[in-house]
Structure formats: structure tokens, C-alpha cells
């Protein structure tokens, strides 16, 4: 059993920055962000698998970056010249294998959500 529990989301302007942390209670081989606005649905943000890999959603390549803290179990998400329409909770997903995938529905964990409002 995997249990995430997310940090760092709240409240800043447009172009700022912010960095989201994903504390794991067990050991997980693939790591997700996902985010979800009001009324939409949920949408892949970026990955991490296979130790060095990664892979990001159109919507952010070039602005966020995902990493790990192996020592402390975290993945991070770096998040850089935020835009209006990066409103959302924002959740980690855990995906107990070491395989790739951009799907909700294949990862295995969920943390609680952080909520992350961008100002204009």
C-alpha cells in the first residue's frame, strides 16, 4: 500500500512560480501529476518512471519539471511561469510498476489533492 500526501499549492500571480511536493509512504516505481479544474475532467500534467525518464503533457513542456528526492521518498513538481489556466487541484498519483503511462485510470494511489490558483 502506497499513501501520498501532497504540499505547496496556494495562490500566486501570473508568471510566478511554485513547487508542489508528494510525500510517499512506500516505495512506487512510477510517479504521475494530474490536475483537475471545476467542471472538467481530470488531465495528465507529467511523469517519472524508469529512474531518469520523464515525459510531460503539451499544456506545460518547457515550464514544469518533475524530479524525485529519493532520500526523503518525494517527487516535486516545479512549476514556472504559471498562466491563469493552470488553475486546478493538482494531485499525485503513484503506479506501482515501472512502466509509462499518461492514463488516471493506470496509476494505482492517489494523494488528497493541493489546490494551485493562478492570478491574472
Known amino acids: 500500500q502506497v499513501q501520498l500526501v501532497e504540499s505547496g499549492g496556494g495562490l500566486v500571480q501570473a508568471g510566478g512560480s511554485l513547487r508542489l511536493a508528494c510525500a510517499a509512504s512506500?516505495?512506487?516505481?512510477?510517479m504521475g501529476w494530474f490536475r483537475q479544474a471545476p467542471g472538467k475532467e481530470r488531465e495528465f500534467v507529467a511523469t517519472?518512471?524508469?529512474?531518469?525518464?520523464?515525459y510531460y503533457a503539451d499544456s506545460v513542456r518547457g515550464r514544469f519539471t518533475i524530479s524525485r528526492d529519493n532520500a526523503k521518498n518525494t517527487v516535486y513538481l516545479q512549476m514556472n511561469s504559471l498562466k491563469p489556466e493552470d488553475t486546478a487541484v493538482y494531485y499525485c498519483?503513484?503506479?506501482?510498476?515501472?512502466?509509462?503511462?499518461?492514463?488516471?485510470?493506470?496509476?494505482?494511489?492517489w494523494g488528497q489533492g493541493t489546490q494551485v490558483t493562478v492570478s491574472s
Open positions: 517519472s518512471w524508469s529512474g531518469s525518464s520523464t
Open positions: 498519483a503513484a503506479r506501482v510498476n515501472a512502466g509509462f503511462s499518461i492514463t488516471a485510470s493506470r496509476y494505482d494511489y
Open positions: 512506500g516505495r512506487s516505481f512510477a
